[in-house]
């Protein structure tokens, strides 16, 4: 008999709810949803049960706050912590979230140690260094959830000023989440087409392209203060699930991703957004691309950042 995989969202709030949602409606495995709010895990998993007649999934969601149930996990995404209410950094959770990745990192070492592990929350790249440190996972097991993201955000403002079909917009942000990403517009291309090449003859101009780095920059912050409550939480889930499947299903797909560098990049014992390789083993290879000047420090702030923030936590 084949085993349906499965995967365990730590945190039953906006992202996590909305990733037992779109999980089960691919079918990807049984889930299992964590949150300390007994109430919130128990109540989204029987609702979104209640769904599958209709959207016809056969797979089983339990909703938990007993650690023992994510036991033998496959993978485990963990959206748990605050999220930010508006005039808060990113960065205002460290103290908070550091504190729950500590205590839900120790529960995966113990139940679920050969798990694959997305990590969603903020602030991002800080949060996977303590879920690594204290879940005694290899560096290939644990990742964050930005790239993906910031990428998603970058592509979807270009297909719009360029007036295309997002599929054919690709492009690559670099770099820790926030504020000092590093949009690369010289590797962005529209169905092949680089998109310098579209600047210089004048299908998009550079002030365009420069505002949309500048709105992706600011991409999370736009939607907690439209929200007014709560920050993004369909396009995360929508980005850890494509690096789960990518996983689950070894598709290796090259996905912008918060990894181990150790010495990639020139960079040693930090996790930051890299593009890489996901597939059965979880963070297969590091690429490393060439970055033009303006590009490399701008990446070399963003590693600075992450560092002074990791070694806060
Ligand atoms: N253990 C388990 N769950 C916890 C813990 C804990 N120690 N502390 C808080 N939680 C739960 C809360 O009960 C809540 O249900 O985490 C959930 C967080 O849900 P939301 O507040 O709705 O936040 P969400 O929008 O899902 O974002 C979660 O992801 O993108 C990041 O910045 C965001 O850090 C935030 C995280």
């Known amino acids: 008999m084949i085993q349906r995989k499965r995967i365990s969202l730590i945190g039953a709030g906006n992202i996590g709810g909305t990733l037992a949602h779109m999980i089960a409606l691919k079918g990807l495995g049984d889930i299992i949803l964590f949150d300390i709010n007994k109430g919130a895990a128990h109540g989204?998993?029987?609702?979104?049960?209640?769904?599958?007649?209709?959207?016809?999934?056969?797979?089983?969601?339990?909703?938990?706050?007993?650690?023992?149930?994510?036991?033998?996990?496959?993978?485990?995404?963990?959206?748990?912590?605050?999220?930010?209410?508006?005039?808060?950094?990113?960065?205002?959770?460290l103290k908070t979230n550091a504190l729950v990745m500590q205590n839900v990192a120790e529960n995966i070492k113990q139940y679920s140690s050969d798990a694959f592990v997305i990590v969603v929350t903020n602030p991002l790249d800080a949060m996977v260094s303590v879920v690594h440190k204290y879940s005694g996972l290899p560096t290939n097991k644990?990742?964050?959830?930005?790239?993906?993201?910031?990428?998603?955000?970058?592509?979807?403002?270009?297909?719009?000023?360029?007036?295309?079909?997002?599929?054919?917009?690709?492009?690559?942000?670099?770099?820790?989440?926030?504020?000092?990403?590093?949009?690369?517009?010289?590797?962005t291309s529209i169905a092949g087409i680089p998109l310098t090449h579209m600047i210089n003859t004048g299908l998009i101009t550079q002030k365009t392209v420069d505002e949309i780095i500048k709105r992706t920059r600011n991409g999370g912050k736009e939607i907690v203060d439209l929200l007014q409550s709560g920050s993004a939480y369909y396009s995360p889930a929508s980005s850890a699930v494509c690096m789960l499947e990518s996983y689950l299903c070894n598709k290796r797909r090259i996905l912008p991703c918060a990894a181990y560098l150790d010495g990639e990049y020139g960079v040693k014992g930090l996790f930051i957004g890299v593009p890489a390789i996901i597939g059965k083993n979880g963070i297969e290879k590091i690429l490393e691309i060439k970055m033009n000047n303006d590009e490399q420090q701008m990446f070399n702030q963003s590693v600075d950042a992450v560092l002074k923030l990791t070694q806060k936590t």
């Open 44 to 93: 989204k998993a029987l609702d979104i049960l209640e769904s599958s007649p209709i959207d016809r999934f056969s797979i089983n969601i339990i909703g938990t706050n007993d650690y023992k149930d994510i036991q033998g996990s496959d993978a485990v995404i963990i959206t748990a912590g605050m999220a930010r209410k508006p005039g808060m950094s990113r960065d205002d959770l």
């Open 142 to 187: 644990v990742v964050g959830m930005a790239g993906v993201l910031d990428s998603a955000r970058f592509r979807y403002f270009l297909a719009n000023a360029l007036d295309v079909s997002v599929e054919d917009v690709h492009a690559f942000v670099l770099g820790g989440h926030g504020d000092t990403m590093v949009p690369l517009v010289h590797y």
